[in-house]
């Protein structure tokens, strides 16, 4: 299985915010974020 790093994720949460991409897709994102006890700044 492969695994999105967490500098990727955190980039990929910041530019579906700016796009307005689908909220749901955007949760997703951020409840990874949580999961992995990063901080978005």
């Given at each position: ?5 967490d ?11 700016k796009?307005k ?12 974020i ?8």
């Amino acid at each position: 299985m492969h695994y999105i790093n967490d500098k990727l994720l955190i980039e990929s949460y910041k530019t579906a915010v700016k796009l307005k991409l689908n909220k749901g897709f955007i949760q997703i994102l951020l409840s990874e974020i949580k999961r992995r006890k990063l901080k978005v700044s």
